[in-house]
Every structure is written in structure tokens, then in C-alpha cells.
């Protein structure tokens, strides 16, 4: 690891964030922490059917209870709407038909939350139940109402990259594995909420826990039918996101609508039950892996097959369900591969991202495949990924372009640390060691509607006293994005993290941030803040160097003074020189962009995937099984990240550690399942999380490749670290006990059975029979031709 | 229920004496919240599961969510924005911030005033005793290891040698 706290001042520090002494104190306030005058309370009236058509919807009674200011039906917001342009396919309130339980269908505002419940109850509803279907078999043997349009299928694709099934003749071992990955949700602790105002100049503005408020303001602006310059959209600190306030939903359309009909404030604040049907979390998916290796461990070709379980939208499925397939290729050199993915409708709340994004689940696919391919090829686990490692600089068979790749550093850290390869053939009785790989996304390397303009965008305003204005539309949902931000610009213009005033996730005042999604906030609002801090510090240069005669690229900033690098007598105070800068041009301002490079490869489906750097973690884990109880304890953790650098060692490492707690979490308890179309457990009381007692020992290693995109050589740090600790507690499982249980979670019922069954195995056995669409086969890079 | 039905309740709150008048349905939760605008208090739940709401009473951490503002009339209650002595923070506080303990911020009232009652009790707690006394808090985002170093930072802080983890 490179020692990267000499070269700065603030870049590579452990510094408390700007918001940290407001968050300690209370004093940040969320989505419901806001209140405002005259403001009525909204309340939402869902399905109890996961699939029904709405016969008949009378919202009398309840428009007459005193107190009750306005009632809604779908058809006060007809117009459709969805994250992705491709699947435009929700509805605020539904009007015809509803698609899981918890699908909204009216909603009410009075003046104050019980009133608002109690006419929610009088409002009289009719359905017509349909069949439901609520998992992937049933939804492609289906022969009832399709949930949507003709099909059940929402999306299918299949990509080939080379000849595979050639490939796989050259193969001297061929292996194929089927397991299955149970849905999970994101579980913030804070509700979703959203405060609506229509001000008397027509203005509407929302405040809203969201991870994306740019889209929202483009679907606020689409289902209101209102122009977008009459819109505001704030974001207010989320108190959690993970993934989970990064779609459009519901309540946010409902409250601005609510607001401008009653022309006050409305606040809807989803309930945890509520917040369970939102969801919007990891896709449950089904899946097949066969890849062809040489004898000596280098693989030939592999064929994925996912099948994902949607729920009832779209929501980001399309983009999901790519995902299952992209970044296979990112973490070991495959020559090449075939992919297909089909995502199903079931009755269900709609899937979407969670931390990692549609790779958690082919992650665990492919690192249990490869633990069990290691076996039977006599090699160790380690060494097996050691011969398939991608190189830096190159493209990937689909055409991803790797730029640093620390993956080798990171197998060392873990394995040396955990002394994986001297423990794992000697673990006492009940206990054992697992290891996995992975990489990620810094940033997706398109925008979720294509264009060709900017993902993120920085503007600075400097005060006559040296202070910086950081304007960005940048959200920080605890992962610190306002550190990165404050801490970028400081390190530039030579100032302290005191000295930044930050403005973020506003959409009258910020400029554009696409949203904190995909990893992308430190790459790119990082990267859009460099360049305007580098814009302004070129003018307080030049301002500078006419007044202490001497050349701008002589000039340094740092401390509060800009001065001469070899002469540091010669200089001037911060204020000096933007006193001087403001004297001949005016107002001190700079603006900063980032548009990542183009990326995709020529092929369709290209646009899913491709990142201008990819992160590496690896990790190795250690269990504590009981054989009696079926009980599986994670006691300790190692882990290594490539952040490329880290800004701040102390968040990445926060982040680094909250990943692994979330993978623990999904490993061994957290699952989103159904009886009778219902959720089996949308409280807290029965969705299992972990609590601090089972916090293991965690050994979190950085390894810093500094890469050539990233701002300061920074990668991402939020979701890479998740990706390994998966299917690391099912192959530490195996060393345990030797029994596969190739479905997540492993819970004890499912090892119990598994020590007990004669294949000592859990775990589906086959996929079911689908006609994938032709394939689309692609060129393979020049790299990879002959190969 | 009507503006007659409402009942006065009179609660201390962080030192001070406060008197609302609220619907008796109100949980503490909602009457800190809405009534007193202590706002620092959070929901998360709604059924006393994910310590979220936490305060303390009588110095003892105690679950807003589900007591009910009559019951408590004369006692001591403490809510995250009467942690600081003044304008000083309290040495959690500090130690909170300085670790990053606080990544999204939510459960942090509840975990800070959790932490200050097993200080309270015990000013050199091991880190066993950290995890048993804050196990009952829900954390979504830091895996609660920078949580436990600096409950044990604040601790050492306080003039106690802090035990090897």
C-alpha cells in the first residue's frame, strides 16, 4: 500500500466529515424530521391481493370525514411512469389492476395522521382476484392473466462473446453448478418520507429521503405534467439507502399531488410495513454456471444462465437482469462466455438494486463453482483464482475496459492474513475457513436515460474571506459523499474542510449528480469537484502571480496561502488572492464536470456494465458450525479492498466494514419470503438482521492502485466489499462441515438437512426448460481472438 | 378524537419542565417528536424491536416507541439533544464523530444515549460488555466495529486505560 498522507494535506487523512458533530447531535434532519406550518398528513390504501383487477374503488365516506382535506384514485395521476425509459409500466395509485400486496390504490390527506388512517379504512374497494404466480417456475408455466402485457417474461437476453461450446471442447474439465439466491431487502433504518409544497406562485417543492432526486425531478415533472422549472426537488440526508431510495416511488408522486390540491404542506412517512412493500431489493435468482478448464486450472469458456425473480414492475429489472451477466469477466481473464437471462414478473413488491447490484447473486454462483472445480482439479482454492486473473489495462472478452487492478495484492493481504493456506486443512471440528473474489463498478458508465451529457457536476463560489461555496447535486446517505466533496476542493485550493459550505442534492440550486447509485459518487462528483476546484485555483493563480510577479505554475496552495513552491516567503493569504481574483474579474466561481469515457462495446446490451474503473476485494472467512443446531457463527473476517486510493482511509474502511456486515446479514438470515401471496414477515420482529453480538472480528486491508480515472487514483468503496463475503461463508461452510449449501441464506434447517441427506448437499437441481431468444454473438476484442 | 379530548402531560425533558397538551393515545415518541419538536429522536419500527427510538429515563435506556407520556410524568428523561453539557459534547459524542461511528446517522441518538448508560454504570466496559449493552440497537451501515472502538475511545478518554479488545 502506497503511503499516501505525505504527498497531502487532507487526501488520504483519517478526518472527521463535515456532517459527523450533526449527526452525533441530532441535529440533521431527515425527510419526517421536517415540519411545516398548516402541514396535513398523508396516508397510502394498499392491495391485499398480490393480483387482482380493481372492480370498483368508493372513496365517499371517506372524503366526508371531517378532518380528511382531499382523497386520490389512480386516476388523479394517470400517467405512467418507472425508472428505466424502457419500463414505464408503474402507476401512483393503480386503476385497473393491482400486482402485489402492498400495491398502492388510494390515498388520503387530513389533518392528521389518524384521521388519515381511519378514512383510509372507509374507503370501499372491489377486486376480482386473479391467479397469482410468486416464484420463477411459476411464472414461465404460467397459463393465467399475465401480470403484465402478454407475457410473464419481462425481459430476456442472450449474449455470446466467442465460440463457447467450441471452447468447451478444448476444455479438459467441464463442470456445471445450479444454486439459487434467495430476495432480500435493503431494511434502512430510516422509513421513507416526503414533504410536498405548492406555494401560492405555483411552485411545487418535495422534499424526499431519495438516493436519486434527479429523477425524481424527471418523473415528478412527467406524471404531474407540470414543467420541470416549477419543480424542486431536495434530498434530504437518507438515513440509509443501500440501494433502496433509488427508484421513483409512490408516496413521493402522492404527496406532491396531495399538496397541490389542498394547496398545503403534505407529509407522508411510509410505515416499516410499508417500507417492506416498497422494497425495490435483491432479486431472487436462480442459476446455472458451466465453465470448461484446462488441466492445469485456466478457464476456457464459461455459460451463465440467471433467472430472476422480478416482483410486479419493472422498476430497474432490465438493467438487473444485465447485471447477473456482466462483471463475470471483470474479475477473471475468461476467453469466452455466453450469457442469458431471462427476468419474470411474479406477484411480489418489485426487485431492484441493492448494495452490488444483480452481482451478489452470479458472485456466489461463481465462487462456490469455483471452490468445487478447485477440488476436483487438485488445486487450492487461492490458486485457482491466481491463474485466471485479469490483467490491468486490458478489455474483457465483453469488451469491459479494466483499468487498475489490484486483485493479486488483495488474495495476498487475505490469505496471508488469515494464514488460509497452513489453516484450512487442519480446522478443528465444526470450524472452518472460505475464501471468494470479486470486483465492482465505480460508477455506471452510462446514464439510466442515454445522453451525451455530464454525470456529475461541481460548482464553486469563493467569499471575499477565503470561504468556498461547494454547490453538487451529490446526496450523502451515510456513505460521506460530503466528505469526499469538501475534502477534494480543500485539498486543491489549499484551504481547510472548515472552510467548505456545501450545498448538495438541490435541484434549484445544485447542478446536476446523477444520484448515489452504482458506486458512482466518489469517482464522479469527485472527479467533477477536482475540476472546478483546479478552474478556480488557476484564477486565484494567475491573480496571484501578477501581484508577486512571477509565473501561475510556480504557485502552490496549501495551508491557507498560495505562494511560490520554491520561494514559500513570496506568497499571500487564501483571501488575498481571491480579493485579488475578485478585483479584476468579478465574482470568484468555478464549475467542474465529469462525463465518463464511452465505453460500451459493440454489441446490444452493451450499456450495462461497462465503469471507467472496476474495484477488487477479496476475503477470506472463518465459521463456527454447530452439527446439532445447524447453527452456522461467522467469528472472523478478512477482507482487502483496491480503493485505488483511498480520500479518506477511515470512511472507506466504515464502508468497507458495512459491507461485510450487510453480506453476513443476506449469508445467513435475511430473506423477503412469501406464503399465500403474502410477505411472511414485513416487521422488524421477524426480518432477521444481525445485531452486534454478531459482529465478528474484522480485518479490513486497502490496497491502493491509484488508478488513472479516478480523482486522487479513488475507486469505489460502498458495494465491492460486499461482493466475496458471500459465497466466502458458504465455502467456509463446506471446509466446516463438508456440506454444500448452494442456496442463500444458510440457515441452520437447510445445513441440518443437508448433513443428514446423502448428496450432503442443499440447493436447487436444475433450472427450468426456457427458450432463450437467439443469440446475439458479438466480436471478441483483438486481445482475446486466437486465444 | 377531538382538540376536548386532549389531556395536559407534563414530562422533564433534558432538565427542563415541559407541559403539552396531546391526545393520551400519543406514544413518548410521537409527543418528543411532533409536540416538542425533539426531533433528534427517530422511528424505526414501531413495535420496540429496533431500539431506534431510544432515550433514556432516569438514566436507563427506554424504548419512546413504546411508553406512553402519562406513565412518566415526573421522571428524568434524556433525549440525544440533552447529551451535550451546554455547548460541549459529550465525550461519546466526540469520539462518535472523530471514528466515524456515524455513517447514515439514524440509530445514532439511540446508540449514543444506550452507550452513555452503560458508561454510566460502568466506565471501563470490555468489549464484550459494549456488544452485550448495545445489542439491542439496530445498525444498518457500519457492522457496529467502529461503534464498540469508540464507545471504547470515550471511555479511555474519560481517565480509564482502555482494555485490550
Same mark, same amino acid.
Given at each position: 500500500m502506497t503511503q499516501s498522507t505525505e504527498e497531502f494535506s487532507i487526501v488520504g487523512k483519517p478526518l472527521t466529515k463535515p456532517d459527523a458533530f450533526a449527526k452525533v447531535s441530532g441535529q440533521t434532519k431527515f425527510a419526517d424530521d421536517l415540519a411545516l406550518p398548516r402541514m396535513l398528513y398523508g396516508r397510502i390504501l394498499r392491495s391485499p391481493h398480490p393480483h387482482a383487477r380493481i372492480l370498483h374503488v368508493d372513496t365517499d365516506r371517506a372524503r366526508a370525514l371531517p378532518g380528511v382535506l382531499a382523497v386520490l384514485t389512480g386516476d388523479d395521476l394517470p400517467v405512467k411512469f418507472g425508472i428505466l425509459p424502457v419500463s414505464q409500466d408503474e402507476e401512483a395509485l393503480a386503476r385497473e389492476k393491482v400486482r402485489y400486496v402492498g400495491d398502492p390504490i388510494a390515498a388520503v390527506a387530513a389533518s392528521d395522521e389518524w384521521i388519515a388512517d381511519e378514512a383510509l379504512d372507509l374507503i370501499e374497494m372491489q377486486f376480482q382476484e386473479l391467479p397469482h404466480v410468486m416464484s420463477i417456475e411459476q411464472a414461465i408455466a404460467a397459463d393465467g392473466e399475465p401480470i403484465h402485457g402478454s407475457s410473464n417474461v419481462h425481459k430476456a437476453v442472450a449474449l455470446e462473446f466467442g465460440d463457447t461450446e467450441d471452447a468447451m471442447r478444448t476444455a479438459d474439465h467441464v463442470r456445471e453448478d445450479v444454486v439459487f439466491f434467495e430476495g432480500n431487502t435493503h431494511l434502512p433504518m430510516e422509513q421513507h418520507a416526503a414533504v410536498a409544497q405548492y406555494a401560492a406562485d405555483g411552485k411545487l417543492t418535495l422534499w424526499t429521503s431519495s438516493q436519486t432526486p434527479h429523477y425524481v425531478h424527471r418523473a415528478l415533472g412527467k406524471v404531474l405534467e407540470m414543467p420541470m422549472s416549477r419543480i424542486r426537488v431536495v434530498a434530504t440526508p437518507n438515513g440509509g439507502g443501500f440501494g433502496g431510495k433509488s427508484d421513483i416511488f409512490s408516496h413521493e408522486l402522492v404527496a406532491a399531488k396531495l399538496a397541490i390540491v389542498t394547496g398545503r404542506p403534505v407529509k407522508i412517512t411510509l410505515t416499516r410495513e410499508e417500507v417492506f412493500y416498497a422494497h425495490r431489493g435483491r432479486h431472487p435468482v436462480l442459476m446455472k454456471v458451466r465453465t470448461g478448464f484446462t488441466r492445469d486450472g485456466r478457464i476456457r469458456a464459461m455459460q451463465f444462465q440467471s433467472f430472476l425473480d422480478g416482483g410486479g414492475y419493472g422498476s430497474y429489472g432490465v438493467a438487473s437482469t444485465y447485471y447477473t451477466g456482466a462483471l463475470q469477466a471483470t474479475t477473471y481473464a475468461i476467453p469466452r462466455y455466453r450469457f442469458e437471462g431471462v427476468r419474470l414478473f411474479t406477484n411480489k413488491p418489485p426487485c431492484g438494486p441493492k448494495r452490488g447490484h444483480g452481482t451478489p447473486q452470479p458472485r456466489f454462483a461463481l465462487e462456490t463453482h469455483f471452490d468445487k472445480v478447485a477440488e476436483e482439479l487438485g488445486l487450492d482454492p487461492v490458486e485457482l483464482r491466481l491463474r485466471n486473473l485479469p490483467n490491468p489495462d486490458s478489455k474483457t472478452v465483453n469488451w469491459l475496459r479494466i483499468t487498475s487492478c489490484g486483485l493479486e495484492d488483495c488474495i495476498s493481504k487475505v490469505v496471508a492474513g488469515s494464514r488460509f493456506l497452513d489453516r484450512r486443512t487442519s480446522m478443528p471440528a465444526g470450524r472452518g475457513l472460505g475464501f471468494a473474489v470479486s470486483s465492482y463498478l465505480s460508477g455506471a458508465g452510462t446514464a439510466i436515460y442515454w445522453n451525451d451529457m455530464p454525470h456529475s457536476e461541481v460548482q464553486l463560489k469563493l467569499d471575499r474571506n477565503g470561504g468556498v461555496a461547494l454547490l453538487c447535486g451529490a446526496i450523502d446517505i451515510g456513505q460521506g459523499s460530503d466528505h469526499i466533496l469538501a475534502a477534494i476542493v480543500a485539498e486543491v485550493l489549499g484551504v481547510a474542510l472548515e472552510d467548505i459550505q456545501l450545498t448538495t442534492a438541490d435541484t434549484d440550486l445544485t447542478p446536476i449528480d446523477l444520484g448515489s447509485y452504482s458506486s458512482r459518487v466518489t469517482f464522479m462528483a469527485g472527479n467533477a469537484a477536482k475540476a472546478?476546484?483546479?478552474?478556480?485555483?488557476?484564477?486565484?493563480?494567475?491573480?496571484?502571480?501578477?501581484?508577486?510577479?512571477?509565473?501561475?505554475?510556480?504557485?502552490?496552495?496549501?495551508?491557507?496561502?498560495?505562494?511560490?513552491? +520554491?520561494?514559500?516567503?513570496?506568497?499571500?493569504?487564501?483571501?488575498?488572492?481571491?480579493?485579488?481574483?475578485?478585483?479584476?474579474?468579478?465574482?470568484?466561481?468555478?464549475?467542474?464536470?465529469?462525463?465518463?469515457?464511452?465505453?460500451?462495446?459493440?454489441?446490444?446490451?452493451?450499456?450495462?456494465?461497462?465503469?471507467?474503473?472496476?474495484?477488487?476485494?477479496?476475503?477470506?472467512?472463518?465459521?463456527?458450525?454447530?452439527?446439532?443446531?445447524?447453527?452456522?457463527?461467522?467469528?472472523?473476517?478478512?477482507?482487502?479492498?483496491?480503493?485505488?486510493?483511498?480520500? +479518506?482511509?477511515?470512511?472507506?474502511?466504515?464502508?468497507?466494514?458495512?459491507?461485510?456486515?450487510?453480506?453476513?446479514?443476506?449469508?445467513?438470515?435475511?430473506?423477503?419470503?412469501?406464503?399465500?401471496?403474502?410477505?411472511?414477515?414485513?416487521?422488524?420482529?421477524?426480518?432477521?438482521?444481525?445485531?452486534?453480538?454478531?459482529?465478528?472480528?474484522?480485518?479490513?486491508?486497502?490496497?491502493?492502485?491509484?488508478?488513472?480515472?479516478?480523482?486522487?487514483?479513488?475507486?469505489?468503496?460502498?458495494?465491492?466489499?460486499?461482493?466475496?463475503?458471500?459465497?466466502?461463508?458458504? +465455502?467456509?461452510?463446506? +471446509?466446516?462441515?463438508?456440506?454444500?449449501?448452494?442456496?442463500?441464506?444458510?440457515?441452520?434447517?437447510?445445513?441440518?438437512?443437508?448433513?443428514?441427506?446423502?448428496?450432503?448437499?442443499?440447493?436447487?437441481?436444475?433450472?427450468?426448460?426456457?427458450?432463450?431468444?437467439?443469440?446475439?454473438?458479438?466480436?471478441?476484442?483483438?486481445?482475446?481472438?486466437?486465444? | 378524537m377531538s382538540i376536548a379530548d386532549r389531556v395536559a402531560v407534563h414530562l422533564r425533558v433534558n432538565g427542563e419542565d415541559m407541559a403539552v397538551m396531546v391526545a393520551p393515545y400519543k406514544t413518548l415518541l410521537e409527543v418528543l417528536r411532533e409536540d416538542l419538536a425533539l426531533t433528534g429522536t427517530?422511528?424505526?419500527?414501531?413495535?420496540?424491536?429496533?431500539?431506534?427510538?431510544?432515550?433514556?429515563?432516569?438514566?436507563?435506556?427506554?424504548?419512546?416507541?413504546?411508553?406512553?407520556?402519562?406513565?412518566?410524568?415526573?421522571?428524568?428523561?434524556?433525549?440525544?439533544?440533552?447529551?451535550?453539557?451546554?455547548?460541549?459534547?459529550?465525550?461519546?459524542?466526540?469520539?462518535?464523530?472523530?471514528?466515524?461511528?456515524?455513517?447514515?446517522?439514524?440509530?445514532?441518538?439511540?446508540?449514543l444515549l444506550t452507550a452513555k448508560a452503560l458508561l454510566d454504570r460502568d466506565p471501563d466496559p470490555s468489549r464484550e460488555a459494549i456488544k452485550e449493552a448495545l445489542a439491542g440497537v439496530l445498525c444498518r451501515c457500519t457492522g457496529y466495529l467502529k461503534i464498540f472502538e469508540a464507545v471504547e475511545l470515550a471511555a479511555a478518554r474519560n481517565g480509564v486505560k482502555p482494555r485490550e479488545p
Open positions: 472546478a476546484a483546479e478552474k478556480v485555483r488557476d484564477r486565484l493563480f494567475e491573480a496571484a502571480a501578477r501581484a508577486l510577479r512571477c509565473d501561475g505554475d510556480e504557485l502552490i496552495a496549501r495551508g491557507h496561502r498560495i505562494f511560490r513552491r +520554491n520561494r514559500p516567503v513570496d506568497g499571500m493569504s487564501f483571501a488575498q488572492a481571491v480579493q485579488l481574483a475578485e478585483t479584476e474579474h468579478g465574482v470568484v466561481t468555478g464549475t467542474g464536470s465529469y462525463t465518463p469515457p464511452k465505453l460500451a462495446g459493440p454489441y446490444k446490451g452493451s450499456g450495462v456494465g461497462p465503469s471507467p474503473a472496476y474495484s477488487y476485494s477479496a476475503a477470506v472467512v472463518e465459521v463456527d458450525c454447530d452439527e446439532k443446531t445447524g447453527e452456522v457463527k461467522v467469528t472472523e473476517v478478512w477482507v482487502a479492498h483496491d480503493i485505488g486510493r483511498a480520500i +479518506n482511509p477511515m470512511l472507506v474502511i466504515g464502508q468497507v466494514e458495512g459491507s461485510v456486515y450487510m453480506a453476513l446479514g443476506e449469508a445467513l438470515m435475511e430473506e423477503q419470503v412469501f406464503r399465500l401471496g403474502l410477505h411472511k414477515f414485513p416487521s422488524l420482529l421477524e426480518y432477521k438482521s444481525p445485531t452486534a453480538l454478531e459482529a465478528p472480528v474484522m480485518h479490513t486491508y486497502l490496497v491502493e492502485t491509484i488508478d488513472r480515472e479516478g480523482p486522487f487514483g479513488a475507486k469505489e468503496a460502498g458495494q465491492g466489499p460486499l461482493l466475496p463475503v458471500i459465497p466466502a461463508v458458504a +465455502n467456509a461452510v463446506y +471446509n466446516a462441515l463438508g456440506v454444500r449449501i448452494d442456496e442463500i441464506p444458510i440457515t441452520p434447517d437447510k445445513v441440518l438437512k443437508a448433513l443428514s441427506d446423502k448428496s450432503r448437499r442443499v440447493g436447487p437441481k436444475s433450472v427450468p426448460v426456457f427458450a432463450f431468444p437467439a443469440l446475439i454473438t458479438a466480436d471478441v476484442p483483438d486481445e482475446w481472438k486466437g486465444k | 427517530k422511528h424505526g419500527c414501531e413495535l420496540g424491536e429496533c431500539s431506534t427510538c431510544g432515550v433514556l429515563v432516569d438514566g436507563r435506556p427506554f424504548l419512546s416507541c413504546l411508553a406512553m407520556p402519562l406513565d412518566l410524568e415526573g421522571r428524568e428523561i434524556t433525549t440525544i439533544e440533552g447529551m451535550a453539557a451546554g455547548r460541549e459534547p459529550h465525550p461519546l459524542q466526540v469520539a462518535f464523530a472523530e471514528l466515524g461511528a456515524a455513517q447514515c446517522g439514524y440509530c445514532t441518538p439511540a446508540m
